[in-house]
């Protein structure tokens, strides 16, 4: 089996999140971090293939009543996540916006495994999906930049509190990707414009055949991977 090495660019998180290096240096990740990460590859393309929502089952990890594994609670959906005024919520730009703000959307996912990175240092599969996650939050803010709707700050940053332990995190994001991928099921039954529909069903498949897998991997084995198989970011 082929391996990949943890990658991740520091300037490009400045820039997609939308957050100033030295809030993003004093707050969850830190300068020494920072300077340790190297410069990630390519982007979410525009011509990779449309993928249908539904058809994959899901697996169904032991929740609590949040929907993730006990002792480990989602993020609350920050004031920054409400739909700004004059987006109609039944439009393309809502459904972007919702994948990006949701508290299982990317932006919350970004800051969850950056908390970890923070707690644990850089882990696997941590550190080589966050870098995903960063061009997954590129790819759903271009959507909303061709809608002319502003985009914030990251709100989770700073916010989601990693879990005591490696193993609980393992198990949680495993379930936080079960919910995220049903996410996207919803907002492509929703979605009208081709392009908005290639980028969510883009989105969908990473999660469902790349970061699903390896954090249940990584929940089979303890916590974390010594290294991470070949996936599709």
């Not at 990317?106 to 850089?122: H, T």
């Not at 959507?143 to 393992?170: F, K």
Request: charged fraction near 15%; proline fraction near 9%; aromatic fraction near 6%.
């Amino acid at each position: 089996m082929r391996f990949t090495t943890a990658r991740f660019d520091a300037a490009r998180f400045d820039t997609v999140t939308r957050t100033p290096r030295a809030k993003v240096a004093g707050g969850a990740l830190g300068l020494a971090l920072l300077s340790a990460l190297v410069l990630s590859g390519c982007t979410v393309g525009a011509t990779s293939p449309v993928v249908a929502p539904v058809q994959a089952p899901l697996p169904s990890p032991t929740e609590s009543a949040t929907g993730l594994p006990d002792g480990i609670a989602p993020p609350a959906a920050a004031p920054e996540a409400a739909l700004p005024a004059g987006v109609a919520p039944d439009s393309d730009a809502a459904l972007a916006w919702q994948a990006l703000m949701s508290p299982v959307g990317e932006y919350a996912a970004a800051a969850s495994y950056l908390a970890v990175l923070d707690q644990f240092g850089m882990v696997e599969p941590y550190a080589t999906i966050l870098d995903d996650e960063l061009r997954h939050i590129d790819a759903l803010t271009r959507q909303l930049d061709r809608a002319g709707v502003a985009v914030p700050d990251n709100p989770y940053l700073g916010v989601v509190v990693a879990p005591q332990d490696l193993q609980t995190a393992a198990d949680a994001w495993a379930a936080g990707e079960v919910n995220n991928v049903a996410m996207y099921d919803e907002l492509l039954a929703q979605a009208e414009s081709e392009r908005l529909v290639m980028v969510l069903g883009n989105l969908r498949r990473a999660s469902l055949e790349s970061h699903l897998p390896a954090f249940t991997a990584a929940a089979a084995a303890g916590g974390t991977l010594d290294a991470m198989p070949a996936h599709s970011p």
